[in-house]
């Protein structure tokens, strides 16, 4: 069965410095998101990608980060200055179609990212 | 704003009962659900979906309830297994998909 796969499965980084969390959604899906769940809390929406654009984003989603579909499989997040309460579960979603129709968004196992 | 909330945090049941876990919605505008099943160290798994123009909706082992005057939706398990024991969100979907903050269920065997 196809999955979501996301890499590295736990990042560690400095307070400052800019992370790439990577994704490879189900290969023929065509709406890509970003979530975060911070430990113990919701899974918290951050953006929403479709043909090769942002389609939605939450207030969370400021300017520090950014989403990149580099090449025809990989979805990057990227957040360009790390801060400690950047903590948390970054996860990757992929639907065929979108939310708001009877689709399904299919997450990938995380990436764990801790600031220090 | 959106806002879903979960009435229980933790569910605790004796394998082979049914499970019912339950959680309320604000937007009435919302008209997509979702109940994703998380278990530990994965992401959310999805579960079972309902629309707006539907009050119920089964699948296996699982059935989905929307109660839109009061802005309820529950999931209920029938014979809960080991295997079920995760924590339960509730998702909503209007211009973007909100989250509930979970219930965790606790199978007892």
């Known amino acids: 069965e196809p999955e979501v796969t996301q890499t590295p499965s736990h990042q560690v980084t400095q307070m400052g410095q800019e992370v790439i969390l990577r994704c490879v959604p189900i290969s023929n899906h065509l709406y890509f998101y970003w979530y975060r769940q911070i430990l113990g809390q919701k899974v918290e929406f951050l953006v929403s990608f479709y043909n090769n654009e942002i389609s939605e984003k939450s207030e969370i989603f400021d300017d520090q980060f950014s989403v990149e579909r580099p090449d025809g499989s990989n979805f990057t997040l990227k957040i360009r200055s790390t801060k400690l309460e950047d903590s948390a579960m970054y996860f990757c979603a992929s639907s065929e179609i979108g939310w708001g129709s009877t689709d399904t968004q299919y997450f990938g196992p995380g990436t764990r990212l801790t600031v220090l | 704003g959106e806002s879903v909330g979960l009435h229980l945090p933790t569910l605790s049941v004796q394998e082979g009962d049914n499970s ?3 959680c309320a919605y604000s937007n009435s505008a919302s008209d997509y659900f979702i109940w994703y099943k998380q278990e530990s160290g994965k992401g959310p798994q999805f579960i079972i979906d309902i629309r707006s123009n539907m009050d119920k909706r089964q699948g296996q082992r ?8 009061v802005k309820h939706l529950s999931l209920q398990i029938a014979a809960t297994q080991p295997g079920d024991s995760a924590v339960y969100f509730c ?3 209007g211009n973007m998909l909100t989250f509930g903050g979970g219930t965790r269920l606790m199978v007892k065997p």
């Open chain 2, 20 to 22: 019912i876990i339950n």
């Open chain 2, 62 to 69: 699982v059935t989905v309830l929307l109660n839109k005057t």
């Open chain 2, 91 to 93: 998702a909503c979907a």
